[in-house]
């Protein structure tokens, strides 16, 4: 959501040369399984689609759940 889109190394908006930001992953307050989840799904559907996530901070549940896609999606393969 405050993701500066022009970047200054580069010299221009990084979303024109293929890097692109979800929109946010809304949490859960059930607890922090629920949240791993979650973001596991969302962390799935971008690999199914041929993307290569990447995480920039955040609390542990959603690291976790990042992991646990990367691993499922490549042991699958």
């Known amino acids: 959501m405050n993701m500066e ?16 930001t979800t929109g946010e992953v809304e949490p859960v307050m059930s607890g922090p399984q629920a949240m791993v989840q979650r973001v596991q799904h969302v962390v799935t559907q971008l690999l199914n ?18 992991v646990a896609a990367m691993a499922g999606h490549h042991n699958h393969r």
């Open 49 to 66: 689609d041929g993307k290569v996530p990447v995480m920039l901070g955040g609390e542990h549940s959603l690291s976790l759940g990042a």
């Open 5 to 20: 889109l022009y970047d200054h190394e580069l010299q221009r908006e990084i979303h024109l040369i293929g890097i692109h």
